[in-house]
């Protein structure tokens, strides 16, 4: 951590600078989780320690509870899970995910004291917990939550008082971190980084935040191995540069960040993207031209496209993937002569629109919707944003199902160029990302010596292995930085 310090940054409170220079794709630290958990929905499928979904898990013979890739990775778990296991088994049953978080934390404290942890800029004690900000609801959880651990937490354990317990919920509350899968698309944990936790906001931020769940193959270096957060530089960094992170997806306009910051993170945005509304009138825009629409006619589309959007959710949650596509072309095909090509309710249903159709193997019609929404993106987002680098690759991938390697591969290098440097190369996305891309480069080479024969050829091939079908839509936005109980 010699590379970053603690300082009061003004407005803010406590925040993170640069002590050197950093170029964008360098690690500024990487972090393991003080604790963390597995979220209650997904404890079968996930590994308890280093958070990567596996087919086959193996169980804790004890409390019959925690599942683990192997061997390896329960014997990593065993200092935090000892605790864990005994008090599920005498309990009869797993608290939820918010109270196995906190007891991680308190019986941590009982093995280290709550000073410095090694490592650790900011003790647990010091961690922002904004209970007093708290509105009458969240203050009723709260104290079902404190009620909960009391009734959890073993009586031979450390014994901690009220104001205490409140205070870790108030940490996990604002600061639990958001952990994901190995392929970084859905959100599967949640997790305490305490230096994390200094880096303040800024909706156009110089740093990114990644989860990567290590490799407990490659046994030759701790940093290898270790499930932790990277934060790595976006842009140039000089020393004395604060660090700054985005709490919140910039694809919305300044608004309604700031109304999500208020509620989720207790602050009001200052940030000079939110000041001066940058970006604001590409995110609203609309047709320009000699017919341009009157403003009750925006108006009108844009609560349409709020509507469908409710109907969209409803239908994608009952699995009724042709009657997503059906609204979706409904709805574009009313914003398309209103509504400009970066405007946010346009890029969001040519967003949904691809993802379904590329899983209903409606290939040309999803890449023609993709390619669309990458061109709005690339004007709004910071160009090394990793839900860009994510979105760009999977235009590629529809690009290359449907049978457009030109396009296709031109997309995939895109995305690689930004993954590497708000992924790493090591990062298991980065990785398939750079498979496919030496996979659509022979190809684009096979394409232009013979057009002919490359279609003869993948055809050839489709008959004999059918493309492998693109995973389910989720539900779910790209996980968000920090983890809000909801």
Known sequence: ????????????GRGLKAQKEFLPGDVIFAEPAYAAVVFDSLTHVICHTCFKRQERLHRCGQCKFAYYCDRTCQ???WLNHKNECSAIKKHGKAPTENIRLAARIMWKIEREGSGLAEGCLVSIDDLQNHVDSFGEEEKKEL??????????????????????ISHIFGVISCNGFTLSDQRGLQAVGVGIFPNLCQANHDCWPNCTVIFNNGNHEAVRSMFHTQMRIELRALSKISPGDELTVSYVDFLNVSEERRKQLKKQYYFDCACEHCKKQIKDDLMLAVKEGESKPSAETVKEVIQFSKDTLEKINKARMEGLYHEVVKLCRECLKKQEPVLGDTNIYLLR????????????????????????MVDGYMKIYHPNNAQLGMAVMRAGVTHWHAGLIEAGHGLICKAYAILLITHGPSHPITKDLEVMRVQTEMELRMFQQNEFMYYKMREAALKNQKIQVMPEPSNETSPSLFHKKE
């Open 1 to 12: 951590m010699e590379s970053v310090e603690v300082f009061t940054s003004e407005g803010k």
């Open 75 to 77: 014997r990593a778990a």
């Open 143 to 164: 104290r079902a939550d404190v009620e909960s651990f009391l009734e959890f937490w073993p009586s031979q354990s450390q014994q901690f008082g009220m104001q205490f």
């Open 349 to 372: 249903i040519l967003s949904i629109a691809s993802e379904v159709l590329s899983y209903l193997q409606m290939f040309e019609e999803a890449a023609d919707y993709a390619k669309r």
